[in-house]
Antibody, heavy 120, light 107 residues
Framework: EVQLLESGGGLVQPGGSLRLSCAASGFTFSSYAIIWVRQAPGKGLEWVSTMGVSFRNTYYADSVKGRFTISRDNSKNTVYLQMDSLRVDDTATYYC?????????????WGQGTLVTVSS | DIQMTQSPSSLSASIGDRLTITCRASQGINTYLAWFQQRPGKAPRSLIYGASYLQSGVPSRFSGSGSGTDFTLTISNLQPEDFATYYCQHYDSYPFTFGGGTKVEIK
């Protein structure tokens, strides 16, 4: 069974850092893209970042560019989202999702999400 | 950046109804469009990709259509579990923006 499990969320002060993990199982991890999407409380979905199958294929929303870094460790079937210089408006539930193919085309599986709260 | 506009933002419907949600792109995106369902307190669920292709396991009462700038998600014979918020997302070029969502409520 395909599963994605996010972890690493929590409470952090503005300017701080967190590293989110998306641990995958049930499929050939190295062959699929993984994305991060976030949802601020009571708001809609916002695409954050995409990790393609190649380590060079990384993409970011303007709102996080230069502060967040996505990476993957195929030996651990895990994608990471390193979040630095966190701001109050980064507060959200962060979801990872698996692409249907090597790129993103709507995906087919989502994790349950991890909550990040940025507050002093 | 390509903007995605959904309408309506919310609607009320009854069990058994047929409803249509519209998503408009600010520029042509071919059929690089996906639809998602999100029930309250839950993670999103992928419904449709390529504007009209159902994800495995998605009931056939869901259907999608459109190309270029105008797209629709239709739900026939609305069921209790279909009351949720629906989002479109394009994946034509980065950034892959979502629409604002359409909340489907029980009448």
């Amino acid at each position: 069974e395909v599963q994605l499990l996010e972890s690493g969320g929590g409470l952090v002060q503005p300017g701080g850092s967190l590293r989110l993990s998306c641990a995958a199982s049930g499929f050939t991890f190295s062959s699929y893209a993984i994305i991060w999407v976030r949802q601020a409380p009571g708001k809609g979905l916002e695409w954050v970042s995409t990790m393609g199958v190649s380590f060079r294929n990384t993409y970011y929303a303007d709102s996080v560019k230069g502060r967040f870094t996505i990476s993957r460790d195929n030996s651990k079937n895990t994608v990471y989202l390193q979040m630095d210089s966190l701001r109050v408006d980064d507060t959200a539930t962060y979801y990872c999702a698996k692409g249907r193919v090597s790129g993103w085309d709507g995906g087919d599986r989502w994790g349950q999400g991890t909550l990040v709260t940025v507050s002093s | 950046d390509i903007q995605m506009t959904q309408s309506p933002s919310s609607l009320s419907a009854s069990i058994g109804d047929r409803l249509t949600i519209t998503c408009r792109a600010s520029q042509g995106i071919n059929t690089y469009l996906a639809w998602f369902q999100q029930r309250p307190g839950k993670a999103p669920r992928s419904l449709i990709y390529g504007a009209s292709y159902l994800q495995s396991g998605v009931p056939s009462r869901f259907s999608g259509s459109g190309s270029g700038t105008d797209f629709t998600l239709t739900i026939s014979n609305l069921q209790p579990e279909d009351f949720a918020t629906y989002y479109c997302q394009h994946y034509d070029s980065y950034p892959f923006t979502f629409g604002g969502g359409t909340k489907v409520e029980i009448k």
